[in-house]
């Protein structure tokens, strides 16, 4: 079983407490960057490094590519987090965290689900 460092441990446990804080006040319902936003905002007010949509490169056979991908954030060059607004998480969700966690070369992510009645049920944690 894979095991994370307990640092790791204690940044997801406040990004998870942050992004409940923000959904306790803005209920579901809104765009995805919105609640981008305000959990990034969450994160630096509770003195987190945050990365917000990040043009991160893709080497393909070799070569470079200027913009593969942009993560929603990531929290102390350590945690991945992306945000959906879904019904439900599918497994294409989940395929893409963790393409995103093998290019960045981090371990952890988390899928956070700001659609749901309680955010607690839309919450997912994925390890590479």
Do not use: W
């Not at 990004?15 to 630096?44: D, F, N, Q, S, W």
């Amino acid at each position: 079983m894979d095991m994370i460092s307990k640092e790791q441990q204690r940044i997801t446990q406040s990004i998870i407490g942050a992004a409940i804080e923000v959904h306790r006040l803005l209920g579901p319902g809104l765009l995805e960057a919105t609640y981008e936003e305000c959990l990034a905002y969450e994160l630096a007010e509770r003195s987190f490094f945050v990365e917000r949509q990040v043009a991160r490169p893709v080497v393909y056979k070799g070569v470079k590519l200027s913009v593969g991908y942009r993560p929603d954030l990531i929290v102390e060059r350590s945690i991945l987090v992306e945000l959906k607004t879904v019904e439900r998480f599918h497994p294409v969700h989940t395929a893409q965290l963790l393409t995103y966690l093998k290019l960045t070369g981090l371990r952890v992510g988390l899928l956070l689900n700001f659609n749901s009645v309680l955010l607690a049920n839309g919450i997912k944690r994925v390890l590479l």
